[in-house]
């Protein structure tokens, strides 16, 4: 079946600890995208690529890394640094002439 | 960074209405995307639109790329209660390294029954 899978669903973070949300996909897309989502908001680009061993800062990447390792793959690591880190992550992919598609998020909390 | 003008943020119509949501830009794109988002999930592609004038439709609703290409309107017919959720408008132009996204804070439908 294919299409993007992120996970975890639900993910909890200690104060001071970082965590790694994944996205895998088996579109064979060249570009991958992360988003972050607030309530009453759009959605703000994180870090995006759009190729293997690349990738750009988003409009709010401070706080956040990522890694582009494989075609297939775009971990999305939120660090310490992120004061605020509470919110609904997307990962998007997109392929070349076509439109962006998105997997189905993992809503990151503070405990 | 730009975001695209949807309002009002909140619509409620009832059950068998059409509604009309629009979308503007300060700036043009290429691509015009309306997305609709369910409470936890994550946004499902409804209808995109490449040409400026084009018109699209997707069973129920209908989607338009405005002539100076800086806005876009979808149209839901007839809705039915699995219409409500999210709406989101996004533009993106198509070349190279201006290939992000940008979107609406989107429209929140509620259809009474």
């Known amino acids: 079946d294919g299409g993007i899978t992120q996970s975890p669903k639900y993910l909890f973070r200690k104060e001071g600890q970082n965590v790694t949300l994944s996205c895998e996909q088996n579109l064979n897309h060249d570009a991958m995208y992360w988003y972050r989502q607030d309530p009453g908001q759009g959605l703000r680009l994180i870090y995006y690529?759009?190729?293997?061993?690349?990738?750009q800062k988003g409009d709010i990447a401070e706080g956040y890394s990522v890694s582009r390792e494989k075609k297939e793959s775009f971990p999305l690591t939120v660090t310490s640094a992120q004061k605020n880190p509470t919110a609904f992550y997307l990962c998007a992919s997109q392929g070349s002439n076509q439109p962006q598609h998105f997997g189905d998020g993992t809503r990151l909390s503070i405990l | 960074g730009q975001q695209l003008n949807q309002s009002p943020q909140s619509m409620f119509i009832q059950e068998g209405e059409d509604v009309s949501m629009n979308c503007t830009s300060s700036s043009i794109f290429n691509t015009w995307l309306w997305y609709k988002q369910d409470p936890g999930e994550g946004p499902v592609l409804l209808i995109a639109?490449?040409?400026?004038?084009e018109l699209t439709s997707n069973g129920r609703l209908t989607a338009q790329f405005g002539i100076t290409r800086k806005d876009s309107f979808l149209n839901i017919s007839a809705s039915i209660p699995s219409d409500v959720g999210i709406y989101f408008c996004a533009g993106q132009l198509m070349s190279g390294a201006n290939s992000k996204l940008t979107f609406g804070k989107g429209i929140t439908l509620s259809v009474r029954p």
């Open positions: 639109l490449y040409k400026a004038g």
């Open positions: 690529s759009q190729i293997v061993n690349d990738f």
